[in-house]
């Protein structure tokens, strides 16, 4: 039972990661250099992935896998977003 939810965690925090990752770097970032970088989803996915690991460390309900959900959503996401800031937004 705990297994599960703590696998439903994981799931809602890469989620979470993915769509604030992507919103930050489509809006956010689309001036700036960084979206032209290939290796911008990687880059970003580790770091995360790494800053997340110790916080993850110390909650009992989950585990090393929630911090590379973590890392896997917001990589993507900062992937994707790179890709949407290179698109022209409505306010534009």
């Not at 989803?41 to 309900?61: D, E, M, R, Y």
């Not at 949407?84 to 306010?91: G, N, W």
């Amino acid at each position: 039972m705990l297994g599960l939810l703590g696998l439903g965690i994981a799931a809602a925090v890469g989620i979470v990661g993915h769509t604030r990752a992507r919103k930050f770097v489509g809006r956010r970032l689309r001036f700036t250099s960084f979206v032209e970088k290939p290796y911008l989803g990687v880059a970003v996915g580790v770091t995360a992935t790494v800053l997340a690991s110790p916080v993850v460390a110390l909650i009992p309900l989950v585990g090393v896998g929630t911090a590379i959900a973590f890392g896997a959503g917001v990589g993507t996401g900062a992937a994707l977003g790179a890709r949407d800031a290179k698109r022209p937004l409505l306010e534009d």
